[in-house]
């Protein structure tokens, strides 16, 4: 039985995509930019994926992140600005943004009360809690278990081994991860870790199409609603 959830922060709860294409938009115009475009994204998109996958095998600090992401996306798109400037708009608007995945916030109040709810996520600690509190939703979440603050990154087992220790000694002292899932849109760290600790996994594709190796998750739901009628 199922007795702990733990969820991913963005593109889970928060919809990080399209605080992107607005932070993009606003922030060209902000600095006399060219005109955003959806082409533009699928670069920003692009990028962004691969260098936090970087991150996930600890090839990549989050320092270096932000000095490397938008002077590489300004390079391709053959924009003369300095990305450094440009990151440091992006993160300070990222903070504040709490635009919520499509019936997030009706999972996240279904899901309280029933189980002991976690936050897991590979961003900021300042950054991440801050937003779990711009959207009105810290108060959910009985833990918030954030890779900077851990010293160790999901996939990682050291992750996982952080977050038990700490439920065992505030009183879960039987539970194993087979009581637990992780929701989360992430193959690579969501579910490859949580499935590898030996935990149930629930798979958000928001919508888009999902290839073989989307099969290694336990659950798969396009859409966050669909996971009121598994838990």
């Known amino acids: 039985m199922i007795k702990v959830v733990f969820m991913d922060i963005d593109d889970t ?18 600095y006399g930019l060219p005109p955003y475009s959806n082409e533009m994204f699928s670069v920003f998109y692009r990028i962004n994926n691969s260098l936090w996958r970087s991150i996930e095998r600890e090839e990549l600090t989050f320092q270096e992140l932000n000095r490397l992401r938008w002077n590489m996306i300004f390079r391709e798109l053959d924009i003369t600005f300095d990305g450094e400037v440009f990151e440091d708009y992006f993160c300070r608007e990222l903070y504040k943004s709490v635009i919520f995945e499509p019936h997030a916030l009706e999972l996240i109040r279904y899901l309280d009360g029933k189980y002991i709810l976690c936050a897991a996520s590979n961003g900021p600690y300042d950054q991440q809690i801050d937003r779990l509190k711009a959207g009105g939703i810290d108060s959910y979440f009985l833990y918030a278990f954030i890779s900077s603050a851990i010293g160790a990154r999901k996939p990682d087992e050291a992750f996982f081994d952080y977050c038990f220790e700490r439920l065992r000694k505030d009183g879960y002292e039987d539970l194993t991860p087979e009581e637990t899932v992780i929701i989360g849109d992430s193959v690579t760290s969501d579910i490859a870790g949580g499935r590898n600790y030996g935990m149930s996994t629930c798979l958000y594709t928001r919508g888009q199409r999902c290839g073989p190796e989307c099969d290694e998750a336990d659950f798969i739901v396009a859409d966050l609603a669909d996971i009121m009628k598994i838990l």
């Open 13 to 30: 709860i928060f919809d990080f995509c399209a605080f992107a294409k607005k932070a993009m938009k606003d922030g060209f115009e902000k």
